[in-house]
């Protein structure tokens, strides 16, 4: 009698497996951390809040959201990072003034660091600034603008390798720097809630591949 095929999820499950054994020892291979997910989808563990801005869990969510001081606020992971690829989606419910800090410290609310933007159309989603330093490094062009999805959910791709920043907003490059003074930062990521109130912005399925960084010759 020939056996029975197996249940389709039973196969795809099969395959699954191995594939994602493969990509964490291809990682392991290359000297990286395999990827990781910032966010756990339960509670803020391995993040600190700065300031008095919201910052909570919904539905496997993470929401950031003006508080009655309408402040800037910060949710800064504890840990550190030099070198890394980080993938995130958000969804922009209201106004929407936002970005992902990297390689910053803070004081409190006072962030120094580069922010890559999170905005509403036509003010920079994708853009490079720099925090109490020497403002915008490179604003995306108004044709790459085009492809943010306001009001809908947004998949944000930022490499950040030596001196080179590179990002990518659903799957089109939106900007291309080197810097020198990057290059030779570490730091925390973190989101921002801007000043002024009425925000509120939705994150989901944050992962963050690590890569070893290369000894200063």
């Known amino acids: 009698m020939s056996p029975r095929p197996l249940p389709f999820i039973l196969r795809l499950a099969f395959w699954a497996a191995p594939a994602a054994l493969l990509a964490a020892g291809l990682a392991t291979a290359r000297g990286q951390e395999p990827p990781q997910s910032l966010f756990n989808g339960r509670d803020l563990t391995g993040w600190k809040i700065h300031g008095t801005e919201k910052w909570y869990v919904d539905g496997g969510e993470l ?10 606020g910060y949710l800064a992971t504890e840990r550190r990072y030099k070198d890394f690829e980080l993938t995130l989606d958000f969804k922009q419910e209201a106004d929407g003034n936002s970005g ?11 962030i120094s660091g580069w922010q890559a933007e999170v905005a509403p159309p036509g003010h920079d989603t994708g853009g490079i600034y720099e925090s109490y330093g020497r403002g915008w490094l490179v604003r995306p062009s108004a044709e790459a603008q085009q492809a943010l999805r306001y009001g809908d959910w947004n998949t944000m791709k930022l490499r950040v390798v030596g001196d080179r920043v590179t990002t990518w907003l659903n799957g089109a490059q939106m900007i291309d720097l080197r810097d020198e003074k990057i290059g030779l930062a570490e730091g925390v990521i973190a989101l921002q809630i801007h000043s002024g109130g009425g925000i509120k912005i939705r994150w989901r399925n944050l992962r963050l591949l690590e890569y070893p960084v290369t000894p200063a010759p």
């Open 63 to 72: 929401v950031c959201e003006s508080g009655p001081d309408k402040e800037y």
């Open 100 to 110: 992902v800090f990297f390689r910053s410290s803070l004081d409190g609310t006072r």
